[in-house]
């Protein structure tokens, strides 16, 4: 069977030939597009300022040998031992020369893909990543195999991709990439007073049933776990936390301007019943809701 990995010839910006002579066993694409995982062979590989628009990860299954690399302009003879990874970032061409047998599991992840699954904070314009053809981990060995697995079997059922590309992303961003260097350096959250206006609005519309995290991120357009992170660094408190302590705030007002009871009161900011309400108020406030009516 043919590769389905697509190599772009760099210098012409037309589709590259180098891999054509691939015989693969195995392909898939788990019914997600971005992402690709085959298994296969070849006698040999040889590339000239090549490069893919997805994350490349290629993993050698059984044979040990040297091949040459090109690196900043000059030929470099590296050796690579079985189940080490080869990384490519990207659109970052690659030149190199192998005429050794080879027999591989390679896995591609498009940056939508690797990103979207990513919970925390990527500054496009500063993020780096890892090239290295000799990257011997065994997190990374394991996840890939894994996911092969799933591939050849489907035994995990629904779910099980998003959580593999949840745990795979924000493993291979955190280790292979720069964004250590950048979290020590961003302190100030993306967040503003003008998203936590429209977060406020929505409350104040919806108050009165459960209110998910899922659609305040949306609101701002982060996923859940990215907005996680954003909302606690730009309030302080997590989204739960600030939802509840809004809720009080909004109880105060109608325990002292109306007269309703406090089941209406409770049922109309969302909770189940009035017990529920009056446990959470004086948690927060040190009084019963009818103790604070009455203090006013």
């Known amino acids: 069977m043919k590769t389905k990995l697509q190599f772009i010839d760099t210098l012409t ?11 693969i066993e195995f392909s898939c694409s788990l019914n997600t597009p971005g992402i690709l995982i085959e298994k296969g062979r ?43 990874i080869w990384i490519n970032a990207p659109n970052v061409s690659f030149s190199h020369n192998n005429n050794h047998p080879a027999e591989f599991l390679v896995l591609t992840i498009h940056p939508d893909l690797m990103y979207k699954y990513f919970s925390g904070y990527l500054p496009m314009d500063q993020i780096e990543f890892l090239n290295d053809y000799n990257v011997y981990d065994e997190r990374l060995i394991h996840m890939m ?8 079997w489907s035994s995990s059922g629904t779910g ?20 250590g260097v950048i979290e020590k350096h961003v302190t100030q959250s993306i967040l503003s007073e003008k998203h936590l206006q429209v977060i406020n609005n929505f409350i104040d519309e919806e108050i009165s049933r459960p209110i998910s995290i899922d ?56 909770f189940s019943d009035s017990s529920h309400f009056s446990r959470t108020f004086k948690t ?10 009455h203090s006013i």
């Open 160 to 179: 099980f991709l998003e959580n593999w590309l949840r745990l795979f992303s924000n493993y291979f961003i955190h280790n292979y990439s720069n964004i």
């Open 145 to 152: 195999k894994l996911l092969l697995f799933e591939a050849q």
């Open 284 to 293: 927060h406030t040190h009084q019963t809701p009818k103790q604070f009516r």
């Open 215 to 270: 659609e305040l991120a949306n609101l701002v357009n982060l996923n859940k776990f990215h907005f996680l992170n954003e909302f606690k660094k730009f309030t302080g408190q997590t989204p739960y936390q600030y939802l509840i302590a809004y809720k009080i705030e909004v109880a105060k007002g109608l325990l002292v301007q109306t007269t309703d009871t406090l089941t209406n009161i409770a049922l109309s900011l969302g």
């Open 13 to 23: 910006n037309k589709p590259s030939t180098c891999a054509d002579h691939f015989d």
């Open 42 to 84: 070849s006698d040999f590989f040889t590339s000239h300022e090549v490069a893919t628009d997805c994350f490349f990860f290629s993993m050698e299954l059984k044979h040990e040998f040297e091949w040459n690399i090109e690196v900043d302009g000059q030929m470099k003879t590296v050796f690579s031992q079985v189940e080490d």
